[in-house]
């Protein structure tokens, strides 16, 4: 049977949807770190705590590290809210919940000769208002303690790690080569080469990055595959959430014949507004399939569909189930 250019269209993206999800599951199988971010509001926290989750069912014991996340109920279901230090927040999945702030104390604590020295260094005011104004430090900080986490938790199973937005994101994957530049050696510079070179190794590392379909995220996160090729980090799976589909498939003559009755007028209108979100769905899939092919040869693309507004746990529970989602071969499909 012969396919229109359409249908071509949709087989090849679901064909390289199968392929996207089972490189996932090799993604969080294979690396120590994975950083997930996008625009603020697409829903990364929620896709990385579904990303815990999936990473347990593959039979891991992962750490997802949310950054500077604000007091609220986990976002794991059933789980305890998550504290500075690395706990069970769940059966099999562990926890951490760090502040940039306090970082910084952490990070010196790490690297400075003794625990001591570094209480007198953040006991003076002077020493550490200028160390929270310096370029870099608290980023570097911050990545910092990603890494000291991914030593000790990696080999059971990824740190996910819930990252800031965009821009905030990409400051920290900067910090490193700024703190070398400033220090040129010593073991402030050697423990940053270290971070840099773990951030740039494909087989350590992965960035997931995460848009919904709309024009502005997605067109973000495209910006961001770009500023990430220049850090040279290894971009893995990407994730379209919020995926409308399913009342597209309504034909417009039956929506104009349901607005013609009073009584089945709301229903239409109902209709109207999700057609018009599948509608936007594919396209915006569409254009980012074709940018991501374009920018990197393939598209990893993943989409995870529209859910109602679910408190935090339900909604990463249905997430992580719509990733472990076999996607059957099209009709049509050789």
């Known amino acids: 049977m012969l396919l229109s250019m359409k249908d071509r269209v949709l087989v090849t993206e679901q064909h390289n949807e199968r392929r996207a999800r089972a490189r996932l599951d090799e993604v969080l199988t294979s690396r120590q770190v994975v950083f997930v971010t996008g625009k603020g509001g697409v829903g990364k926290s929620v896709v990385s705590a579904a990303l815990a989750l999936r990473a347990q069912e593959l039979g891991l014991r992962p750490v997802l590290f949310e950054c500077d996340a604000p007091t609220r109920l986990s976002l794991l279901p059933g789980g305890k809210a998550m504290t500075e230090e690395v706990t069970e927040v769940v059966k099999g999945i562990l926890g951490i919940n760090q502040r940039s702030d306090d970082a910084i104390r952490d990070y010196a604590a ?24 310096s370029p870099s430090v608290t980023e570097m900080a911050l990545i910092g303690r990603i890494a000291i986490v991914a030593e000790k938790y990696g080999a059971d199973g990824p740190v996910i790690v819930d990252l800031h937005a965009t821009g905030h994101a990409v400051n920290l994957l900067r910090a490193p080569a700024g703190i070398m530049k400033v220090l040129q050696r010593g073991a402030l510079f050697d423990r940053a080469q270290k971070i840099e070179e773990l951030l740039q190794d494909a087989s350590r590392t992965a960035f997931i990055t995460v848009a919904v379909p709309e024009e502005l995220p997605v067109t973000e996160l495209l910006e961001l595959h770009d500023k990430l090729k220049e850090l040279k980090a290894p971009i893995g799976p990407v994730i379209m959430n919020g995926f409308a589909s399913g009342a597209g498939d309504v034909d417009d003559a039956t929506v104009t014949a349901l607005m013609e009755h009073p009584g089945t007028r709301a229903a239409a209108r109902d209709l109207r507004f999700l057609q018009s979100q599948a509608g936007r769905s594919l396209r915006e899939r569409s254009r980012l399939h074709a940018a991501l092919v374009q920018r990197h040869g393939e598209a990893t693309l993943i989409t995870l569909q529209a859910r109602a507004d679910d408190d935090g746990g339900l909604m990463a529970r249905r997430l992580a189930d719509d990733l472990a989602r076999k996607i059957p071969a099209p009709e049509g499909a050789t």
């Open 110 to 133: 790490s690297t400075l000769p003794s625990k001591t020295v570094a209480d007198l260094l953040f006991e003076n005011r002077v020493a550490r208002a200028f160390l929270k104004a």
